[in-house]
């Protein structure tokens, strides 16, 4: 399963963990996404996706659940 946002396409971002002693080791920090149905509300036509959605597009209120 792909961790990318279907609506603002946001992905996961590499960084690095840096300790006391200046060590750095490399970390990932991954977008919450959910897999589910919605209708975007942005364009015209109100036609029914299943994929991958941040939730921050869905508290923003760019797609709409269905139920």
């Keep these: 399963m792909s961790r990318i946002c ?12 840096v300790s006391h002693a200046n060590n750095k080791v490399k970390r990932w920090v991954y977008p919450n996404v959910h897999k589910f149905a919605f209708k975007l509300t942005c364009g015209d036509i109100s036609k ?4 991958n959605v941040c939730t921050k597009c869905v508290k923003a209120g760019k797609v709409q659940k269905v139920l």
């Design 6 to 17: 279907f609506v603002c396409e946001k992905r996961p971002q590499v960084g690095n963990l």
């Design 48 to 51: 029914v996706h299943r994929a």
